[in-house]
Nanobody
Framework: QVRLEESGGGSVQPGGSLKLSCTVV????????MGWYRQAPGKERELVAT???????RYGDFVKGRFTISRESNKSTMQLQMNDMKPEDTAVYYC?????????????WGQGTLVTVSS
């Protein structure tokens, strides 16, 4: 059974860094896109970053050069390097994948990993 496995959440002080990883577990034909969304208490889920199979990347407006998403070609692991973190980055971060099963694409979500930025 296919799933997205997340790792790397935790606590960090303002100005610090964290790296999140997400791996596709299970058999798939390909990956159209992978990315991260986040949801803070009382707020809607929002895009953090997405990387497409073409290599194109898309970031949320609030990122402002602080985060970098990456994935090696033909690899099933995607990473998000977060630098200069702020208290407002505190949220549950969810991995998202648009996965190719040859007969069609399906969206998958990870279970979420908590990121806390606090002094």
């Amino acid at each position: 059974q296919v799933r997205l496995e997340e790792s790397g959440g935790g606590s960090v002080q303002p100005g610090g860094s964290l790296k999140l990883s997400c791996t596709v577990v299970g058999s798939i034909f390909g990956i159209l896109s992978m990315g991260w969304y986040r949801q803070a208490p009382g707020k809607e889920r929002e895009l953090v970053a997405t990387i497409y199979s073409s290599g194109r990347k898309r970031y949320g407006d609030f990122v402002k050069g602080r985060f970098t998403i990456s994935r090696e070609s033909n690899k099933s692991t995607m990473q998000l390097q977060m630098n200069d973190m702020k208290p407002e980055d505190t949220a549950v971060y969810y991995c998202h994948g648009n996965l190719d099963f040859e007969v069609g694409y399906h969206e998958y979500w990870g279970q979420g990993t908590l990121v806390t930025v606090s002094s």
